[in-house]
């Protein structure tokens, strides 16, 4: 019930082409879809998060497609850098009842992406 | 964003033996929450520090293995009790911050090799 499974484990893209990383939840609770970067020897970064009353949202060559029938959601990265090449993980979280937190995240695998030059 | 500061970066440790990670946050936060990343894996919770409260561990997680300080708003301890190999992970705080797009922040881990 408490799970995100995520897919692929790894990906290599071309610079310039189109990265996407997908996610799948079942807990139907979750209302808050964040996405993280990791690269080695860091914690995650906060990349770009989207709630269910929206279908896309877009920050520079990143945008998260959601789908809440599907109870899927997506990152694509547009015009993929070297520098892209990193650990992305998916997560998915709900607004306590009664509290304010969306911090105690639900992880997926993570896909490990690799981006040639 | 938030700044978090993890003390130790790294760590190795012998077996048997008890290490603790602090965790300072650049402003006050409600909650504070743990993860651990086993080499090679997704992110875990470990447990949620509440300042005043005694934390709220996740399933598979024990007070007697991993008791949690949260002395007031800005500041967390973490710590791996009677270590073995399989703690080899690396350990991250996070924190919350509220407002108009809730976001949550990590630290940049504490990487712990038991030997």
């Not at chain 2, 190999?85 to 991250?92: F, H, M, R, T």
Request: proline share 5%; hydrophobic share 35%; glycine share 8%.
């Amino acid at each position: 019930q408490q799970q995100v499974k995520q897919s692929p484990q790894s990906l290599i893209v071309q610079k310039g082409g189109i990265s996407i990383i997908n996610c799948a939840y079942e807990n139907t609770a979750f209302d808050y879809f964040p996405w993280y970067q990791q690269f080695p020897g860091k914690g995650p970064a906060l990349l770009i998060a989207i709630r269910p009353d929206v279908s896309e949202k877009k920050e520079g060559r990143f945008t998260i497609s959601f789908n809440k029938s599907a109870k899927q959601f997506s990152l694509h990265i547009m015009d993929s850098q070297p520098g892209d090449s990193a650990t992305y993980f998916c997560a998915a979280s709900n607004l306590n009842a009664g509290g304010t937190s969306y911090g105690k995240l639900t992880f997926g695998q993570g896909t490990i992406l690799t981006v040639h030059p | 964003s938030a700044v978090i500061s993890q003390k130790p970066s790294r760590d190795i440790c012998q077996r048997g033996t008890s290490l603790t990670i602090q965790c300072q946050v650049d402003s006050q936060v409600t909650m504070m929450f743990w993860y651990r990343q086993q080499p090679g894996q997704s992110l875990t919770l470990i447990a949620t520090a509440n300042q005043g409260s005694e934390a709220t561990y996740e399933s598979g997680f024990v007070i007697d293995k991993f008791p949690i300080s949260r002395p007031n708003l800005t500041f967390s301890t973490l710590t791996v009790s009677n270590m073995s190999p399989e703690d080899s992970s690396i350990y991250l705080c996070s924190v919350e911050r509220t407002g108009e797009d809730t976001e949550a922040f990590f630290g940049q881990g504490t990487r712990l090799t038991v030997v």
